[in-house]
Nanobody, 123 residues
Framework: QVQLVESGGGLVQAGGSLRLTCAAS????????MGWYRQAPGKLRESVAT???????NYADSVKGRFTISRDNAKKSVYLLMNSLEPEDTAVYYC?????????????????WGQGTQVTVSS
């Protein structure tokens, strides 16, 4: 089995910073793209930032210049450093990993999601 576990969420004042961490564990052979997504109450889940296995990144326009995504392949982890937080950033943040895992004697490639971590930014 594979698990993605997020941590680092919490309550912060506008202008503050948080660093989210997502660690993958289990019968993982390879991890391809990883990313952070968020879902605010009453809204659809949206992509915040993604990173490829070789480090290429992509950001939503709303977070460019404020958020930085990074990964540590040896630790099977992805991070999101969030600076200059705004109340509009309040949401549950989820990490996702496109990965190859061992399932019995087979290799299976699929997306896995974490359980989410709440980020609340007060004004």
């Amino acid at each position: 089995q594979v698990q993605l576990v997020e941590s680092g969420g919490g309550l912060v004042q506008a202008g503050g910073s948080l660093r989210l961490t997502c660690a993958a564990s289990g019968s993982i052979v390879s991890i391809y793209d990883m990313g952070w997504y968020r879902q605010a109450p009453g809204k659809l889940r949206e992509s915040v930032a993604t990173i490829t296995s070789d480090g290429s990144t992509n950001y939503a326009d709303s977070v460019k210049g404020r958020f930085t995504i990074s990964r540590d392949n040896a630790k099977k982890s992805v991070y999101l450093l969030m600076n200059s937080l705004e109340p509009e950033d309040t949401a549950v943040y989820y990490c996702r990993a496109d990965l190859m895992m061992m399932y019995g004697a087979s290799l299976v490639r699929k997306d896995y999601w974490g359980q989410g971590t709440q980020v609340t930014v007060s004004s």
